[in-house]
């Protein structure tokens, strides 16, 4: 399953895939609404290999995994703006952001 990245506010029950650049903190932080549907937020530290989600092309690594008590253990990259799960095939373009 692939799901674009939106440009929005990330809140329980907000689309999933909707990701919000947070402006607290030391490093980048962004609010995700889960990819998979489940309507959880996460907020991850990750750091930013390239874009932004004003540009829709937003990359992070290293992987993302919703992993919160209660969490439904969604496991997945974002690559150039596209929200995968792990058990999709990666673009053969950005090998190098995988760990
Ligand atoms: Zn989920």
Not at 38 to 52: L, R
Request: aromatic share 4%.
């Amino acid at each position: 399953m692939t799901v674009r990245m939106i440009d929005g506010k990330a809140r329980p029950g907000s689309l999933p895939g909707t990701t919000t650049r947070c402006e607290s903190g030391p490093g980048p932080v962004h609010r995700i609404s889960c990819p998979c549907g489940c309507g959880m937020v996460a907020t991850a530290s990750h750091q930013v290999i390239s874009g932004s989600v004003e540009g829709g092309n937003l990359t992070l690594s290293p992987s993302l995994h919703m992993t919160a008590p209660g969490a439904c253990g969604w496991h997945g990259f974002l690559v150039d703006g596209v929200y995968r799960s792990v058990d999709e095939p990666m673009p053969s373009h950005s090998p190098e952001v995988i760990r």
